[in-house]
């Protein structure tokens, strides 16, 4: 008997008294309960209707609930889903429509269930591989909740234990605000040479690198666009000092930056050696793949010992991953992300032009960063200013939020359903906010 739904306020009391208080809710002072979703619209216990512009973690690629992915899983979960150490057709299915994306010396797979899952692997890939165990990040970085993962994210280690022997944290690839900006003449090489100055310190220290492991497109550092030509100098240095290159595309892959279906191939000519992907796979359902070099996965599988996954590659994931690549191809979905996110672009340097709060917009397809500073000169965060923005546009029905060190950069990581017509809504409603004397 199907139990009679709670309203708002007994569903938010429940939760905190019985969900641990580190697990947070958007907009805790007034919470949304929402209740069913569709597309790029989700829609809370009285009906209304809200415009999820930020949704890539469960519901990334082509909107909440897609018809053709609801059909793979209740077709497969009729006939079996169980382990991968059975045959199943799913499986190498799956892993063969992946390698049609992917440069063709990226052809061996790992399947898991969630990005920290395929992290950790990919972390233990490099290590075992290169016989070496430093690592190098980003400054701001986050690849995870796993406690190795937590290790190599600067932005959850420094409010923690602090940073590990073994870490190694380089200067953000950030033209806007980094060490190197947009009037530099070659900002991709002084980017890259702080990497090297790393390595050399290091070896003067004895230590041994085994990966530079980054976001292709780091996210929670506030929806940087490393320069052209970074990541191709980076993977030289680290491959000199014996490394490799990881590149974590779990919150930009599968389209969403429109030119590539990939973030790491905006970077031309640029290979990493290990690619990291989850959240959009399985468009809500928990799916994540490693994908890596021959000669990678003959050093891991070289100690003897198995690698298995309960859940990962099972048939009913498999199922719903090549659907999501069915649906992507079907619809032209990159080629949407694309056009929408180059109309969104537009639209938002229109209003750069008008609201002197707006410092820099940056983006590619449908993953884009507003920077919203207090002066325009010395770029200060407008910290304050971000968090009434997204709280005024939530009352408008719109659900959007923040990133970066200052949590000051509105973040834009629609469904790839995500259209022109929303995107002239959000740009609508964001100017009558901003031109408001309270912004």
Not at 396 to 422: A, H, Q, W
Request: hydrophobic content about 35%; glycine content about 8%.
């Amino acid at each position: 008997m199907k139990a009679e739904p709670r309203c708002r306020r007994e569903t938010l009391a429940l939760r905190r008294r019985c969900i641990g208080s580190s697990c947070r809710l958007f907009f805790p002072e007034d919470p949304v309960k929402i209740t069913r979703a569709k597309g790029q619209y989700m829609y809370d216990e009285n009906g209304n209707e809200y415009l999820d512009c930020i949704n890539n973690v469960a519901h990334g690629k082509f909107g909440h609930c897609h018809p053709e992915v609801i059909r793979a899983a209740h077709q497969q979960n009729q006939l079996l889903n169980t382990n991968s150490r059975y045959l199943h057709d799913n499986l190498v299915d799956y892993a063969q429509r992946l390698s049609n994306t992917l440069p063709e010396k990226l052809c061996t797979f790992y399947f898991l269930n969630s990005g920290s899952e395929a992290n950790d692997l990919a972390l233990r890939l490099a290590r075992q591989y290169t016989k070496q165990e430093d690592v190098i990040v980003m400054d701001h970085a986050y690849h995870g909740h796993l406690t190795s993962l937590i290790d190599i994210s600067p932005y959850k280690f420094r409010n923690l234990d602090g940073q590990k022997e073994w870490v190694h944290v380089v200067a953000l690839p950030d033209t806007y605000r980094g060490l190197f900006r947009e009037d530099h003449k070659d900002p991709a090489s002084a980017y890259a040479n702080e990497v090297k100055k790393i390595i050399d310190q290091g070896h003067q220290k004895n230590r041994k690198f085994a990966a530079f492991f980054a976001e292709s497109l780091p996210s929670v550092a506030g929806q940087v666009i490393p320069p052209p030509g970074y990541f191709q100098k980076v993977a030289e240095h680290i491959h000199k000092a014996g490394g490799v290159f990881i590149a974590d595309e779990i919150q930009v892959g599968f389209g969403r930056v429109g030119k590539h279906f990939w973030a790491f191939q905006l970077q031309e000519d640029f290979i990493p050696d290990i690619v990291t992907m989850g959240k959009p796979a399985g468009n809500g359902h928990p799916v994540s793949c490693v994908a890596t070099t021959k000669d990678i996965a003959e050093a891991f599988s070289a100690t003897g010992v198995e690698y298995f996954n309960t859940f990962g590659g099972n048939p009913v994931s498999c199922a719903i991953g090549i659907a999501v690549l069915d649906v992507i191809e079907k619809e032209q979905l990159q080629a949407h992300a694309l056009q929408v996110g180059s109309f969104l672009m537009e639209l938002l340097h229109q209003q750069k032009e008008k609201h002197p709060l707006i410092g820099d917009i940056r983006g590619a397809g449908l993953f884009i960063g507003v920077d919203l500073v207090q002066d325009q000169t010395e770029r200060s965060p407008a910290t304050k200013e971000a968090e009434l923005v997204t709280t005024r546009l939530k009352e408008e029905y719109i659900m959007l939020s923040t990133d970066g060190p200052g949590r000051n950069v509105l973040k834009f990581k629609p469904p790839l359903c995500f259209n022109e017509k929303d995107a002239q809504l959000v740009v609508d409603k964001l100017d009558k906010i901003l031109t408001d004397k309270r912004c």
